[in-house]
């Protein structure tokens, strides 16, 4: 299995960027679709970004669409989060999470993944 680690999360103005790491240890990481979701207090965890084991295939939830880049470096076993131009509404606890060979159709929903990190808080002050 694979074990993540997510980092780069902490307070932002509105308007400002961050940008959240996912290291991965444990198994080839370059096998594995990434996605990151994150949850919100009082709220269910959503979708926000996920990205195919090459990189070539990105996908986002409508609400950052334009604003946030999912990305990856299979060498350094590491996925990415680019968070630009943040709001308030993007304050949450954000998570990565894996999945073991092809993105799929379905990887906007959280069982399609297997293996998740403990997350890191993101909060937007306005």
């Known amino acids: 299995q694979v074990q993540l680690v997510e980092s780069g999360g902490g307070l932002v103005q509105a308007g400002g960027s961050l940008r959240l790491s996912c290291a991965a240890s444990?198994?080839?990481?370059?096998?594995?679709?990434m996605g990151w979701f994150r949850q919100a207090p009082g709220k269910e965890r959503e979708f926000v970004a996920a990205?195919?084991?090459?990189?070539?295939?990105?996908y986002y939830a409508d609400s950052v669409k334009g604003r946030f880049t999912i990305s990856r470096a299979n060498a350094k076993n590491t996925v990415y989060l680019q968070m630009n131009s943040l709001k308030s509404e993007d304050t949450a606890v954000y998570y990565c999470?894996?999945?073991?060979?092809?993105?799929?159709?379905?990887?906007?929903?959280?069982?399609?993944?297997?293996?998740w990190g403990q997350g890191t808080q993101v909060t937007v002050s306005s």
């Open positions: 990205i195919s084991w090459s990189g070539g295939d990105t």
């Open positions: 444990g198994r080839t990481f370059s096998n594995y679709a």
């Open positions: 999470a894996a999945r073991l060979g092809s993105l799929g159709s379905r990887w906007f929903e959280e069982y399609w993944y297997a293996y």
